[in-house]
């Protein structure tokens, strides 16, 4: 399809909402799902550092309580 000019192709034949709105709630669908994408394996990476200390502290507290 041809548009003689940007409020043309903006308007899209008078569909134009319509058509921008689907594109903006579809671009900030996919924004949403990077985001908490990102978030949640930021989350995961902390926890598996948090449990991992752990492990690191009791492996060190069971080591002194056996050389006692």
Do not use: C, H, P
Not at 18 to 36: K, R, T
Not at 38 to 48: C, D, E, L, P
Not at 51 to 64: L, Y
């Amino acid at each position: 399809m041809q548009f003689e000019s940007l409020s043309d192709f903006l308007a899209m034949g008078g569909y134009g909402f319509y058509v921008w709105l689907a594109f903006g709630v579809s671009a900030a669908a996919m924004i949403a799902v990077v985001v908490d994408s990102i978030v949640k394996r930021n989350a995961i990476f902390k926890s598996v550092a948090r449990q991992s200390a752990r492990q690191q502290r009791a492996q060190a507290a069971k080591e002194v309580t056996e050389r006692l």
